[in-house]
C-alpha cells in the first residue's frame, strides 16, 4: 500500500524534471531555515531564560559583519532561486518549433480542445506519444484546471 504512494505526480512533460529539482532544492532550503531559526529560538530561550537574580544583560551595538553575513546568504540564496525559477520558466514558456498546435476552450462543465488539422474532442486530449505540443487555452466562464 504505501509503495504506491507518491509525493509528486508522475513526470508527463520533459520539463517536469527541472521542476521537481527547483521545487525539492526550495523545500530543502525552506527546510533547513525553519529548523535553524527553531533552533536558535530554543537556544536563546534557554541560555537567556530569566534569572532569580535579576541580572541585566548589556545591551550590544550589534557586529556588522554579523549582519552582512546573515543578511548576505538568504539574499543570495534567494536570486539562486529566482534565477532558477526563471530559467525554468522560460524553458517551459518556449516550445520547440516542431511542436503539435492544439486549441482548448474551457467551458462551464467541460473542456472543448480542437486540433490544427481540425480534429476536435470534448474532455479528453489524445496526442503522439513523444511529440512535443504546445496547448492554448482559454475559458469561456471562470477558471479551470487542466491536469496532463
Known sequence: MISRFRLLPEAASTIAGSVDQL????AAISAGFS???A????FFVIRYRRRE????????DGVLSLEILWSGIPFLISMVMFVWGAVVFLEMRTPPADSMQIFAVGKRWMWKVRHLE??????ELHIP??????????SEHVIHSFFV
Request: no cysteine; proline share 6%; charged share 25%.
Open 39 to 42: 533552533g536558535m529560538i530554543l
Open 35 to 37: 529548523f535553524a531559526v
Open 53 to 60: 537574580t535579576g541580572r541585566e544583560h548589556p545591551e550590544s
Open 129 to 138: 506519444v513523444g511529440r512535443p505540443v504546445k496547448i492554448t487555452m482559454t
Open 23 to 26: 521545487y525539492w532544492f526550495i
Open 118 to 123: 481540425g480534429r476536435r474532442e470534448i474532455n
